[in-house]
């Protein structure tokens, strides 16, 4: 009996809990959040959101959603086509005078910022973290019991972190001066630019000496770090170009650098590269759609071969017989330029394709509040690296590389010695072309790829090789980052036009200076 009794008390105790802490919803309550002014209406919606049961959010949502009509002061939810109860969740007949709840932006807005609240005890992390950013312009102070019972269930350090910051930005708005003062020292420590928003409109309402005082060191401190953050920004979206930039020109390289052919169908063969990947991501999408997020890893070797056998077709049909004949070489290639252009449109059209991404290379790392490192530019920084590693040893360590380097210093001796110059010309040429595909399937993760996709680095990537010095591949990768670099930190500056405008003057007064580039050619090379 006993223990009949003890079981009865605590089954009691727990259900007085629950109902303690979640409020169930009433139909007063959906009446005053569907119905009224707009001002009532919020208040209504923030009480019932402050310990909301399923059906609570449930209402909610489908006040979100457009889904709430009345009769006759009754509250519907409306589900296709069914009107329903929203307190017992009952089918009910749905009155011809019904009419839509209407929202105006306010209201949708509190709407949006309760259901951010509500997400932050989602089981799913990036659901929490979208209802994080969501709420970080949102000072309403109603909200912090609720933001608080989210920091302590929070497990995630960084969300935590973000959490953190986001109570302490309400709080700057409590008529506590403690709250305020602990508010201010903990918003220090934020790297979220719309944190330096908050600390600025609060110090225009601020009255208080002390609390402004800690305000403006808060503001000091976010400053810089916001400086430091625009500054590794502007680094790494540097590298990022620099790799781009060094996988157009590694190719070019070759058959400007090493065979002296002015190759303006270069932009041309990383087009194929990237229709070639489009082209692979169609079949996987296709034939093979559960293994789409490994399509990438197909279209690589698919697109190098695309291009490599273009160029060999090239080199044989056209170029062999322009060699030594510099100005020929540019026009005729630029006539097949215009032609490949116009091929790529017949058969896939004259509007830009769009390739996606895997999931494995889709989001980014956060390294602070406004620097997002995506991973598809650390993939393509990886993949120009190993490109590079890959062409260097290739070039140095085996007899096709032996042989490209004994035909570039010297053509006539190297015939001599039994090497087949037409043979080797046509793999040199095949190569470079390979690896302009291999830059255009990395184009193609960052962008759309169309017709003129080429167009937009033929000159950047001849800047980079003149630069770097002709047929020296370290001077490429100095010039390629180089290149990079400097024109984004010129951007921030001047902006995207006068960079680029400002980068080809300064390249223009170093050549003129030292027209052998970074890395001077050495020994019969240069003497040819």
């Known amino acids: 009996m006993k223990c009949s009794n003890m079981v009865r008390i605590l089954f009691v105790t727990i259900l007085f809990w629950c109902v303690g802490a979640v409020h169930a919803l009433t139909a007063e309550q959906a009446k005053a959040m569907a119905i009224g002014g707009t001002e009532s209406r919020v208040q209504a919606l923030a009480k019932a959101a402050a310990m909301p049961d399923e059906k609570t959010a449930a209402f909610i949502q489908a006040l979100a959603d457009d889904a709430v009509k009345t009769a006759g002061g009754q509250v519907l939810l409306v589900k296709d086509g069914k009107a329903i109860d929203p307190v017992t969740g009952a089918d009910v007949p749905l009155p011809a005078d019904a009419e839509d709840v209407i929202n105006n932006n306010l209201m949708r807005g509190e709407l949006d910022n309760v259901l951010a609240s509500l997400a932050l005890f989602s089981k799913d992390e990036k659901r929490r973290r979208q209802a994080i950013k969501t709420l970080a312009g949102d000072n309403d102070e109603e909200r912090l019991p609720l933001i608080e019972?989210?920091?302590?269930?929070?497990?995630?350090?960084?969300?935590?972190?973000?959490?953190?910051?986001?109570?302490?930005?309400?709080?700057?708005?409590?008529?506590?001066?403690?709250?305020?003062?602990?508010?201010?020292?903990?918003?220090?420590?934020?790297?979220?630019?719309?944190?330096?928003?908050?600390?600025?409109?609060?110090?225009?309402?601020?009255?208080?000496?002390?609390v402004k005082a800690a305000l403006q060191t808060s503001l000091r401190t976010v400053e810089a770090t916001l400086a430091r953050g625009d500054k590794i920004a502007a680094v790494f979206s540097g590298l990022s170009l620099g790799s781009i930039l060094l996988l157009v020109a590694l190719g070019l390289a070759i058959t400007y650098g090493l065979m002296g052919v002015i190759n303006m169908a270069h932009g041309e063969l990383m087009m194929i590269g990237a229709y070639a990947t489009y082209v692979v991501q169609g079949v996987f999408q296709k034939f093979l759609p559960g293994l789409f997020d490994w399509y990438l890893l197909a279209a690589v070797p698919v697109a190098f071969m695309a291009s490599a056998l273009m160029g060999a077709a090239l080199e044989r049909g056209i170029i062999r017989f322009l060699y030594g004949r510099p100005l020929e070489t540019l026009l005729a290639t630029?006539?097949?330029?215009?032609?490949?252009?116009?091929?790529?449109?017949?058969?896939?059209?004259?509007?830009?394709?769009?390739?996606?991404?895997?999931?494995?290379?889709?989001?980014?790392?956060?390294?602070?509040?406004?620097?997002?490192?995506?991973?598809?530019?650390?993939?393509?920084?990886?993949?120009?690296?190993?490109?590079?590693?890959?062409?260097?040893?290739?070039?140095?360590?085996?007899?096709?590389?032996?042989?490209?380097?004994?035909?570039?210093?010297?053509?006539?001796?190297?015939?001599?010695?039994?090497?087949?110059?037409?043979?080797?010309?046509?793999?040199?040429?095949?190569?470079?072309?390979?690896?302009?595909?291999?830059?255009?399937?990395?184009?193609?993760?960052?962008?759309?790829?169309?017709?003129d996709?080429?167009?937009?680095?033929?000159?950047?990537?001849?800047?980079?090789?003149?630069?770097?010095?002709?047929?020296?591949?370290?001077?490429?990768?100095?010039?390629?980052?180089?290149?990079?670099?400097?024109?984004?930190?010129?951007?921030?500056?001047?902006?995207?036009?006068?960079?680029?405008?400002?980068?080809?003057?300064?390249?223009?007064?170093?050549?003129?200076?030292?027209?052998?580039?970074?890395?001077?050619?050495?020994?019969?090379?240069?003497?040819?």
């Open 453 to 528: 996709l080429g167009q937009g680095y033929i000159v950047d990537s001849f800047m980079v090789v003149v630069l770097g010095g002709v047929g020296q591949l370290a001077g490429t990768v100095y010039a390629a980052l180089g290149l990079g670099i400097l024109n984004k930190f010129l951007e921030g500056w001047t902006g995207a036009v006068l960079a680029k405008i400002a980068v080809l003057v300064l390249i223009i007064i170093f050549i003129q200076k030292r027209p052998q580039g970074i890395f001077a050619m050495k020994g019969r090379s240069a003497e040819a």
């Open 149 to 210: 019972k989210a920091y302590a269930a929070e497990t995630v350090p960084a969300l935590k972190s973000q959490l953190e910051l986001l109570r302490a930005a309400i709080m700057l708005g409590s008529s506590d001066q403690a709250k305020r003062l602990q508010a201010a020292g903990l918003l220090a420590s934020s790297g979220d630019p719309s944190t330096k928003t908050v600390l600025l409109e609060r110090l225009k309402s601020e009255t208080d000496a002390q």
């Open 334 to 451: 630029w006539g097949i330029s215009l032609m490949l252009q116009q091929l790529v449109r017949s058969i896939f059209g004259a509007q830009n394709v769009g390739v996606e991404n895997p999931v494995w290379m889709s989001g980014g790392v956060q390294v602070l509040g406004n620097v997002s490192l995506p991973y598809n530019r650390l993939v393509i920084i990886g993949f120009a690296i190993a490109v590079l590693l890959g062409m260097a040893w290739l070039i140095s360590r085996t007899r096709l590389g032996l042989f490209v380097r004994g035909v570039t210093q010297n053509r006539p001796i190297a015939s001599c010695m039994g090497v087949n110059t037409a043979r080797v010309d046509t793999y040199a040429f095949a190569l470079g072309s390979g690896i302009a595909g291999l830059a255009g399937c990395a184009l193609s993760q960052v962008g759309n790829v169309g017709p």
